[in-house]
């Protein structure tokens, strides 16, 4: 026996592989940020502490006192030039500051004024330091972070944002990947099942032929019903050719073609459902852009998914209609088992069937066919576990 492969599952893997990288570099990269941050932070309070202890110094050292030693301490500081500071003296005024920014026309009173203003924000960065004066007096010092470590406080962030940013293209990436993967194999598939209908097909259209030619053994109304089937072998076959190509759209009269399909579709389903075709539409608004052989396919698809949710007995209304903006609709409404809410979300997802049998794609196929080719929506309208369910699908009407 073969095993099976799902290459699925391992683009899955590969999901969850990108996804710990990118949590593992992130977790390092904020450690070792918040780490820098606060070896800075307590470099800068050095610096702070230092002129602190050089103006604690110049002002309680007595005249004949070598102030050399202040100098170089006051010198050692300015070579910082990017740590805002603030000396507030005994008097509570700013007395002297360091790396704040004026205008060129502040006046002096307009300095202070600015400097008590940025003392309030700089409270809420650090605590201030005190400047001892020895006689019971004593001054402020506030400070704030320099322009390096405010914008290393803001990498953590940026990273994050980087990181989300990566993660989600990454996501985008596969899951772009898995959809090309899994339409090149439904395109394959289908072309190839188009390929191997078109022999039989035609060996049938030759015993057609040779019924019809023996009418006194075969009934012409047996023969009729026999070449219809035929020729709905040929549409299938053209609908399998045309998957994975841009379809041609016509203008189409849409109640015509919606009564005449579910015309032939009421004889091959069974008989214990009632199947009606209700217009609603003005005789302006009938005619749509289609490609008749795929939008067919979308209507069969639907009716037949309603027909085995009611177990092959029950009734199945079809409702054509205007909308506003230009839109006709078509509610295919089903008194079948209904759809659960939790699978709600799924009922047109590739796999997905509620049935023993079938591959779970009628339905992904006919979301794809009315959205993708003709611009239109196929959506749950409505349903109710146990009482049934109702399918819409919009299109844009052709203006005249």
């Known amino acids: 026996m073969l095993k099976s492969f799902d290459i699925y599952s391992q683009n899955n893997i590969l999901k969850i592989i990108v996804a710990i990288n990118l949590m593992l570099v992130g977790t390092a990269s904020l450690f070792y940020t918040n780490r820098i941050i606060e070896r800075l932070e307590v470099r800068e309070q050095q610096y702070v502490n230092l002129y602190a202890k050089a103006i604690e110094s110049a002002l309680t050292s007595d005249q004949n006192e070598d102030i050399n030693f202040v100098v170089q301490e006051i010198l050692s500081i300015n070579k910082n030039s990017t740590i805002p500071v603030i000396y507030i003296n005994e008097r509570n005024e700013p007395a002297e500051s360091a790396n704040i920014e004026f205008s060129g026309d502040t006046t002096l009173a307009g300095k202070r004024e600015f400097l008590r203003k940025e003392v309030q924000e700089l409270k809420q960065e650090h605590p201030p330091i005190v400047v001892d004066f020895r006689n019971g007096n004593f001054g402020l010092i506030y400070y704030g972070y320099s322009t390096l470590l405010q914008q290393l406080r803001y990498l953590p962030y940026v990273q994050l944002i980087v990181l989300t940013v990566l993660g989600f293209l990454a996501y985008l990436a596969f899951s772009s990947s898995r959809r090309a993967e899994q339409n090149r194999v439904w395109v394959g598939l289908a072309k190839e099942t188009a390929h191997q209908l078109g022999t039989p097909l035609s060996s049938l259209l030759a ?194």
């Open 207 to 400: 015993w057609v032929e040779y019924m019809r030619s023996m009418p006194e053994q075969y009934e012409q109304e047996v023969t009729d019903e026999i070449e219809k089937d035929v020729h709905r072998l040929e549409t299938i076959t053209a609908r399998f050719s045309s998957i994975g190509s841009i379809p041609t759209l016509k203008t189409e009269n849409l109640t015509e073609v919606v009564q005449n399909f579910t015309s032939y579709l009421s004889r091959r389903i069974s008989t214990k459902v009632k199947m009606s075709v209700e217009n609603n539409l003005p005789r302006a608004q009938q005619n749509v852009q289609i490609n008749r052989l795929l939008f067919e396919w979308v209507i069969e698809n639907i009716c037949k998914n309603a027909v085995d949710a009611m177990a092959g007995v029950g009734e199945l209304r079809l409702n054509i209609l205007a909308l506003p903006q230009n839109e006709v609709a078509i509610d295919i409404t089903d008194t079948g088992k209904g759809i659960p809410k939790a699978s709600l979300q799924k009922v047109f997802s590739p796999g997905f069937s509620t049935k023993k049998r079938g591959w779970g794609l009628g339905l992904t196929l006919a979301k794809r066919i009315v959205e993708e080719y003709h611009n239109g929506k196929l959506f749950v309208k409505h349903s109710e576990v146990g009482k049934g369910t109702t399918f819409r699908i919009t299109l844009k009407q052709q203006t005249p």
